[in-house]
């Protein structure tokens, strides 16, 4: 519990710095794949060469360009890697839920991202970083960095994207759909537990790719202070060779439904929503509205 007071306690530090220092908020100007089956011998923390970008702006250890500082072979680099990590999930029957609450399930095949939608990829297709939804110019990241906020825990080119209503999750697989010709969407449900769970080649573990949350997920036990956001497909992959659909941040899927994304909850509580039984939480909130924790998976049929 100490590491979710530790979260609490910065989480009423920001919102007080934000609404009571005059700190200056200067805006920032912004201004085919292959059928084949999944490779199960990926190892911890590796990923394909094909979604590590050539570009000098596209590296891990940069944080995210303006859109306009991104060029037309940058741009459809970024999209070129998307559409390679596309995994094939091939279609089955499956029991959805838990004991308590369970499903007779039948899908048929499709493509999901091997990864959770990226920050570089919002900025390639919509010019925009949702995770940017502070807008604070750098030297504003400057000054908050004295009070332990950095620029870094929230905007990186391979964090996932964040801060994405459903309204601009829609708004960017159609432009996506547009420049690609391409059929994406969200996954349905069935879909995204069906996958989560290794599809035919499941093992039936508890969380998507093992029984030890720590191989596979963030949690608040192993994500520190804050529970930020990770870099994508830095732990093992499931079955599948998906990455993320345990823990980092929620992924939305169609009618409103969050699934996966447990990085803010507590290992050590008996139901902290980590486990692929747990069904989809609707989000209520008004689709306006924001969040740190939210993001996307795509879906190509």
Not at 53 to 60: D, E, M, P
Not at 178 to 206: D, I, N, Q, V
Not at 264 to 269: G, K
Request: hydrophobic letters at 30%; a positive charge.
């Amino acid at each position: 519990m100490s590491n979710i007071r530790r979260s609490l306690f910065q989480v009423l530090a920001f919102f007080a710095i934000v609404l009571f220092l005059p700190l200056n908020m200067s805006a920032q100007t912004n201004t085919g794949w292959n059928k084949k089956k999944p490779q199960t011998t990926t190892t911890k923390g590796s990923k394909s060469s094909s979604h590590k970008s050539k570009s000098k702006s596209s590296g891990r250890s940069h944080l995210s360009a303006p859109s306009t500082a991104m060029s037309k072979q940058e741009r459809d680099h970024i999209i070129q890697n998307l559409i390679a990590n596309m995994v094939y999930v091939e279609g089955g029957t499956f029991t959805m839920g838990d004991v308590k609450s369970q499903k007779y399930c039948q899908v048929k095949s499709f493509y999901i991202g091997k990864y959770e939608v990226t920050q570089e990829e919002f900025l390639a297709v919509l010019d925009e970083n949702p995770s940017d939804y502070f807008n604070w110019s750098d030297e504003k990241w400057k000054m908050m960095e004295a009070y332990h906020f950095k620029k870094s825990d929230y905007i990186g080119n391979k964090r996932p994207a964040s801060g994405v209503t459903y309204d601009k999750a829609l708004a960017f697989i159609s432009k996506l759909s547009e420049m690609t010709g391409k059929h994406f969407r969200l996954p349905t449900e069935e879909e995204w537990e069906y996958a989560a769970r290794g599809g035919k080649y499941s093992c039936g573990y508890k969380f998507s790719g093992s029984n030890d949350l720590n191989e596979v997920g963030w949690h608040s036990g192993n994500s520190g202070v804050g529970n930020y956001s990770k870099d994508v497909g830095m732990k093992k992959p499931n079955e599948l060779g998906l990455y993320d659909m345990t823990g980092n941040v929620e992924e939305l899927c169609s009618n409103h439904q969050l699934r996966g994304g447990c990085r803010n909850s507590d290992i050590n509580e008996p139901y902290f929503g980590c486990e692929l039984f747990v069904w989809g939480k609707v989000d209520n909130r008004k689709y306006t509205e924001n969040s740190q924790s939210i993001g996307l998976r795509l879906v190509c049929d």
